[in-house]
């Protein structure tokens, strides 16, 4: 069995630091909005290998020039690209700083990729899969998409590039009829685990899923050789996750290459408070 890694941050810093539809239903830009820090950002979904080559170079800087990755990608991806084989499958999301005065673009500052039941089905599966057996969620598949590789630029953690993606997210599901989104929240391990295996032991409490969604993992992060007795706080992706009324479904995987535990998430439209719907979905009501 492969080691767990060494920790690289003390045990008391646990609580400080902490995842295709038809192209034709695509519309070009989604959204222009103003960010928490006052930047102007633009969402739009990838018309073009280059735009998704734009995205796989933030994934790159995110998960391997931050975090570490040791990627595996399929023969000629370029240098500094995060690419797999679900790329050409999904549809990307992008979110983007304001472009100068002479109209380009301005730079992809953050991205989800998208895997809808129909591309999922054509590809063989979904990149959870090769994570957990999701068995269980079989009657979820027709009106279920798999989110992943989510990541937002160092520099624009404000918030507001988060929030642009998500409202943008809600508009789509909404526009294809779909009712579930699935998912990998990735979880840091500089710290060995500790900071996973906590916040699962919390999460197991108080937002584990229906035992007839629950999922198990094929490398498990082996929590129980690990410290589960200190008080954490989830990463803030994850908190906002819970809060929109996502449910964890198992206890989470270790993916070695990324050097993260991986919690299993759902969330259902029928779940989202009210709030949120009338912010992401944009429904009335009080």
């Known amino acids: 069995m492969r080691e767990l890694p060494l920790p690289m941050l003390p045990l008391q810093e646990l609580g400080t630091y902490g995842s295709r539809t038809p192209r034709s239903l695509l519309r070009g830009p989604v959204a222009h909005l103003q960010g928490r820090a006052t930047e102007r950002l633009v969402v739009a979904w990838a018309r073009d290998e280059a735009e998704v080559r734009e995205a796989q170079r933030l994934r790159y800087a995110v998960f391997v020039d931050e975090m570490g990755a040791r990627l595996a990608p399929p023969g000629g991806t370029p240098d500094g690209h995060d690419a797999d084989l679900f790329d050409p499958y999904c549809e990307h999301l992008l979110v983007r700083a304001a472009g100068d005065k002479h109209g380009e673009p301005g730079p992809v500052v953050g991205t989800y990729r998208v895997l809808t039941p129909a591309a999922a089905r054509r590809v063989g599966g979904l990149y959870s899969e ?157």
Not at 168 to 189: D, H, K, P, Q
Not at 252 to 264: E, G, H, I, Q, S
């Open 130 to 286: 090769t994570e957990f057996d999701l068995t269980r969620l079989r009657p979820l598949r027709d009106s279920m998409v798999e989110l992943g590789r989510s990541c937002v630029h160092a520099d624009h953690r404000n918030g507001g590039a988060i929030l642009a993606l998500w409202g943008a997210l809600g508009e789509f599901m909404t526009r294809n009829g779909l009712s579930a989104m699935v998912g990998c929240a990735s979880i840091g391990m500089r710290d060995g685990g500790h900071l996973a295996a906590n916040l699962w032991e919390q999460l197991r409490h108080s937002h584990l899923a229906a035992i007839e969604w629950q999922v198990r993992p094929r490398l498990p992060l082996p929590v129980d050789e690990l410290r589960t007795a200190q008080p954490v706080e989830a990463p803030a992706l994850i908190r906002g996750y819970l809060r929109c009324g996502a449910k964890v479904l198992g206890p989470p995987a270790w993916d070695p290459d990324f050097n993260t535990a991986d919690l299993p998430l759902l969330m259902r439209i029928e779940d989202l408070p009210p709030k949120y719907r009338r912010h992401f979905l944009h429904e009335g009501g009080n």
